[in-house]
């Protein structure tokens, strides 16, 4: 099928075009991008107008709102324009695309919304010492959405599907991503602001940073980002695969990831003790997870 992307980074855009390109993509088929906030309502109706006119069409079979960063952890301690970024951008995304875009895949003689929600939008937490507000609410209202949709889709739009996908720990650059989202710049470098957070937030896991020099926060934080890629349980392949089969077997509901599937259990069996640190810990050793 044809493919039309929207990023706010063309760096990243370019990197997928070349990946497609490489794995050969069939004669006649387009991969066409689109530099556009999902946020901002008026650059998603212009990505709509683009993708209408780059591939003359008016309907679209496939919808994935994927977009999501990190960021505003806390109602507390951090600021509001951090907090309300990173919301806007994980639940407006998902509802500006899906207005946007509902009237091309209403026309398509059938369609299917794959939206991206996560395990934080049923467990709003990555571990008892990090807050992680902004992201956990967004994405429960990502899940919350979608569901709906389900009874709003049969009723009103038959021949239109849709699923929530809710992934555990996937091996991307969303730490990475986030930070220049946050920091307003696509460059990689770690800056005073980065270096401040990572050690408050250190800090609050009971280690001494007073001895820790600003290079090494830095090393730290680079650490990191290249752990959550590298070391993830599941690659980004994997998850890719698990959500389009998830798709085709016209399933609504998609866990990605075994840890996906172990933290959906324990909060099931025990919802009351979901926010205890026990609870955190027992998972954690169970599927593997280690957050920094």
Not at 81 to 94: A, H, L, P, S
Not at 96 to 108: D, S, Y
Not at 167 to 193: C, M, V, Y
Not at 197 to 224: N, P, Q, T, Y
Request: neutral net charge.
């Amino acid at each position: 099928c044809n493919v039309a992307m929207c990023d706010v980074s063309a760096e990243g855009m370019a990197e997928t075009e070349r990946l497609c390109a490489a794995a050969g993509v069939p004669q006649g088929l387009r991969v066409t991008t689109y530099l556009a906030d999902v946020s901002d309502e008026a650059q998603v109706a212009r990505f709509r107008g683009a993708v209408a006119k780059q591939h003359e069409t008016d309907k679209i079979h496939l919808l994935f709102n994927n977009a999501g960063i990190g960021g505003g952890g806390s109602m507390i301690a951090h600021g509001r324009e951090e907090w309300e970024r990173t919301f806007n951008i994980c639940w407006g995304g998902v509802y500006n695309c899906t207005r946007a875009f509902l009237p091309m895949l209403v026309k398509a003689e059938e369609g299917h919304i794959v939206n991206t929600s996560s395990v934080n939008g049923f467990w709003a937490s990555v571990g008892p010492r990090i807050p992680h507000t902004a992201y956990s609410a967004a994405k429960f209202a990502v899940k919350g959405f979608t569901e709906a949709l389900i009874t709003d889709l049969r009723l009103n739009a038959p021949h239109i599907k849709c699923s929530v996908v809710m992934p555990g720990h996937i091996g991307t650059s969303i730490p990475l991503n986030s930070r220049k989202i946050q920091s307003g710049s696509e460059a990689d470098a770690i800056n005073a602001r980065h270096i401040a957070f990572a050690r408050a937030r250190i800090a609050s896991m009971g280690r001494d940073v007073s001895a820790l020099s600003d290079e090494e926060i830095r090393k730290i934080i680079a650490e990191r980002e290249r752990r959550f890629t590298e070391e993830a349980p599941t690659s980004a392949a994997e998850a890719a695969k698990i959500i389009l089969d998830g798709v085709k077997a016209d399933k609504w509901r998609i866990l990605v990831g075994e840890d996906a599937h172990k933290i959906d259990e324990r909060v099931r069996r025990s919802p009351e003790r979901a926010y205890d640190i026990e609870f955190f810990e027992e998972f954690a050793r169970d599927a593997g997870w280690r957050i920094p």
